[in-house]
């Protein structure tokens, strides 16, 4: 890659440490950082649906206090107030921290197994699917190279290394314009390097300036203005910019409602019996099919199939109508082979084949907390 050098510029460096894993907690933090989206929203608690604090502009700098399932606990000089921010939508310059930071990576199989070990000998603990990121923890020194992971969910095991595309531990990107020209520093008059193309990801590595350190994905460094990249918040898909959460599931408890009882039947699809996956897809393809179909969603039939689809969110992040997805075959962290519908305070409503029938259950419950596997936000 090709390492740009400042020439007296102030630059903000980003990275993840280990502390920022989905489920992770760090306290007595003292990192510097700045907001890199053109308007983030300071709330009373780590949700997107929690009181409005204050909103902090671009370039305005934060002092990270605490770093907890995505989200940071921040302080502002200037006004003395106190919140939390999602931490997409900052960036830290920190030597420590950046000496800390770990890989991410993206799944390319359909469906990759985790091993105990770096051997295919090894047993399978469970499978990830094409879509879900993990977090890099160490590198096999076999002559086939795996990699050490951590999955959403804190399980940890081991992949190979071919199914997994390295990315970097930055916020990411795209390009929002047709074309903007990849510039060797922040100024008009910089020597172009390439052309990046509508939709492009990039990876924002600083700012400053009105503009944006980033990287390709093609690993070429350099600037862009800033007003030219969206960044990809991590409920960009189902927040909007103001930040308010899904409303269109706000009843998905009264309307799932009404078929509790309703008789469970392997292959039924409704609407008066079900099998696990066939309640889900009745359910969102009846009663938000609009949805879907704005989302240009075509939600597959089986529990392993919609466990591909949509934004992994960790247990603690869970919104009213996340499909969440056990393993339920009798070897805990086996495999996907059951799926429920969350409705929140912890609840998830889904079609038991146990109890013969649609029925509420609490996350929290010892059977179902020991055999979760993942959640997604579609």
């Not at 630059?11 to 933090?29: K, N, Q, R």
């Not at 999602?86 to 985790?114: C, H, P, Q, R, W």
């Not at 591909?308 to 997805?325: E, H, I, M, Y």
């Amino acid at each position: 890659m090709n390492i740009l050098k400042s020439k007296g510029r102030y630059i903000i460096y980003v990275g993840l440490m280990a502390m920022l894993l989905s489920t992770s907690v760090a306290f007595g933090l003292d990192y510097k950082a700045v907001v890199i989206v053109p308007e983030t929203i300071m709330r009373q608690e780590k949700a997107f649906d929690s009181k409005q604090l204050d909103k902090l502009n671009i370039g305005t700098g934060v002092t990270i206090k605490e770093v907890s399932d995505g989200w940071y606990r921040v302080g502002v000089s200037d006004t003395q107030s106190e919140g939390w921010i999602s931490s997409d939508e900052v960036v830290i310059y920190d030597d420590l921290f950046m000496e800390n930071s770990l890989k991410k990576g993206d799944v390319t199989a359909s469906v990759l197994n985790v091993r105990l070990g770096p051997s295919t000998d090894n047993t399978r603990i469970t499978q990830i699917c094409r879509g879900d990121t993990v977090t890099i923890i160490n590198t096999s020194d076999t002559p086939e190279k795996w990699y050490e992971v951590i999955l959403s969910n804190n399980i940890k095991g081991w992949v190979h290394s071919d199914y997994i595309k390295i990315t970097y531990n930055f916020p990411k990107g795209n390009v929002n314009t047709d074309s903007i020209i990849l510039k060797q520093e922040p100024s008009d008059d910089a020597a172009h390097i390439v052309q990046l193309k509508k939709d492009e990801i990039v990876y924002i590595k600083g700012y400053v300036e009105g503009c944006y350190n980033v990287i390709t994905s093609a690993d070429i460094e350099g600037w862009v203005e800033s007003k030219y990249i969206t960044v990809l918040r991590i409920d960009a898909a189902n927040v909007n910019r103001a930040g308010y959460s899904r409303e269109v599931f706000n009843d998905i408890d009264t309307i799932t409602a009404k078929y509790l009882g309703k008789r469970y039947s392997y292959g039924g699809n409704g609407p008066n019996s079900f099998d696990c996956s066939g309640f889900t897809s009745y359910i969102l393809k009846t009663y938000y099919g609009e949805y879907l179909k704005l989302k240009g969603i075509n939600l597959p039939r089986t529990a392993s199939s919609q466990a591909t689809l949509g934004t992994p969110v960790s247990r603690a992040n869970l919104q009213k109508g996340d499909l969440v997805f056990f393993d339920t075959a009798g070897r805990i962290g086996d495999n996907i082979g059951h799926v429920g519908i969350y409705i929140g305070d912890g609840k998830i409503i889904h079609a038991s084949s146990s109890r013969a029938r649609i029925v509420i259950d609490n996350l929290s419950d010892s059977y179902y907390a020991a055999r979760f596997m993942k959640a997604v936000r579609l």
